[in-house]
T-cell receptor, first 113, second 119 residues
Framework: RKEVEQDPGPFNVPEGATVAFNCTYSNSASQSFFWYRQDCRKEPKLLMSVYSSGNEDGRFTAQLNRASQYISLLIRDSKLSDSATYLCVVNIRGTSGTYKYIFGTGTRLKVLA | GAVVSQHPSRVICKSGTSVKIECRSLDFQATTMFWYRQFPKQSLMLMATSNEGSKATYEQGVEKDKFLINHASLTLSTLTVTSAHPEDSSFYIC???????????????FGPGTRLTVL
């Protein structure tokens, strides 16, 4: 089983739609969680951190359920510019004691005009 | 946010040659740098974790003699792909960590990546 699992998509949605992505992680000792966005052939960029209480940043809402080891991202009022791959990232402590990011495979979103 | 640069952005080389990729944190000191590899349509896979002044920690399955990592200062880490072969062709991305309140509460800043093509 992969450490971080996501539905690869693609999700093709019309402009203005609401779309939700899910992510599950296997390591219960995971410390912190993030959603990153990656455009084609570019580096990933931080979209938002994910907190247990849930957090919102404009059209984006992230939720964390530690009991179920589940993370979600909701995008409201989708824009064409939201088209990208969304990476679920879990920060875990490695065997050497250093914390490291583990990336999910990413979910591809295409917003259609 | 903090800026991380990588050089070169793109390299094409012949099979058997060695390629060095530099990763620099431009406006902060990075206690830890990470090297990732991303094949087409796949996610980022961590190759190794590099702490300044100490040996890199490699992930399982990554050959340390093939992928040499040097972290000479708090702002520079290098990855050398030795005797590169076509299967090493990939997108190599580095990231640098900024420590915040606690060891687990950290943010990583990513370089723009280096696209390696081995002929």
């Amino acid at each position: 089983r992969k450490e971080v699992e996501q539905d690869p998509g693609p999700f093709n949605v019309p402009e203005g739609a609401t779309v939700a992505f899910n992510c599950t992680y296997s390591n219960s000792a995971s410390q912190s969680f993030f959603w990153y966005r990656q455009d084609c052939r570019k580096e990933p960029k931080l979209l938002m951190s994910v907190y247990s209480s849930g957090n919102e940043d404009g059209r984006f809402t992230a939720q964390l359920n530690r009991a179920s080891q589940y993370i979600s991202l909701l995008i409201r009022d989708s824009k064409l510019s939201d088209s990208a791959t969304y990476l679920c990232v879990v920060n875990i402590r490695g065997t050497s004691g250093t914390y490291k990011y583990i990336f999910g495979t990413g979910t591809r979103l295409k917003v259609l005009a | 946010g903090a800026v991380v640069s990588q050089h070169p952005s793109r390299v094409i080389c012949k099979s058997g040659t060695s390629v060095k990729i530099e990763c620099r944190s431009l406006d902060f000191q990075a206690t830890t740098m990470f090297w990732y590899r991303q094949f087409p349509k796949q996610s980022l896979m961590l190759m190794a974790t590099s702490n300044e002044g100490s040996k890199a920690t490699y992930e399982q399955g990554v050959e340390k003699d093939k992928f040499l990592i040097n972290h000479a200062s708090l702002t520079l880490s290098t990855l050398t792909v030795t005797s590169a072969h076509p299967e090493d062709s990939s997108f190599y991305i580095c990231s640098a960590r900024v420590r915040l309140a606690s060891p687990a509460d950290v943010e990583q800043f990513f370089g723009p990546g280096t696209r390696l093509t081995v002929l």
